[in-house]
């Protein structure tokens, strides 16, 4: 197997990206049980509503409590808010280019400040997404492979060799 060669730029949209699916990925189990008690919720409040036929203030405030928990978990607003945050922090740095080498028993990835090389066997887990590769080093650690900047055919080796190398290893369709 040929080394394969990918650079990706951190810039503010790439990384921005991959906050929110960060987030929509971790919390999926969390946010469908959050969004069932929010709608039985709501529910009841209605069905207390009617069969009082008063519209309390404790009723309203319940039905507005269950419209911000709904729009928190299901819209981007928390990983754009902790986005803020974060370039606020020197947590992130941005324009940044990593080098990534796919060799056949590991990655060597380069950037300004030095370089690592992590063996397939330690990676954590790799999502596959629509526009990027998130290569997990830990549960919430990861690298962006960003896929626009890669040729059809890098594309498709890269595919198959973080398939075949990495056990936990998802393709999100989204």
Do not use: W
Request: aromatic share 10%.
């Amino acid at each position: 197997m040929k080394d394969l060669k990918v650079v990706t730029n951190y810039n503010e949209e790439l990384i921005k990206k991959y906050m929110i699916d960060h987030f929509f990925i971790r919390t999926k189990k969390v946010k469908t049980v959050i969004n069932i008690i929010i709608v039985v919720c709501t529910i009841l409040t209605a069905l207390l509503i009617i069969n009082t036929k008063t519209i309390s203030n404790f009723s309203i405030i319940c039905l507005f409590i269950y419209l911000i928990g709904f729009i928190e978990f299901n819209t981007s607003i928390l990983p754009n808010r902790s986005f803020k945050k974060l370039k606020k922090s020197s947590k992130v740095t941005l324009n940044v280019e990593n080098n990534y080498t796919f060799s056949k028993e590991n990655i060597n990835i380069a950037t300004s400040t030095g370089t690592s090389t992590i063996n397939y066997q330690d990676i954590y887990q790799c999502i596959e997404v629509k526009n990027a590769y998130y290569i997990y080093i830990s549960d919430r650690q990861a690298f962006i492979v960003d896929k626009e900047q890669l040729s059809q055919e890098e594309n498709e080796k890269l595919g198959k060799i973080l398939s075949s190398k990495i056990k936990n290893y998802t393709k999100i369709n989204k």
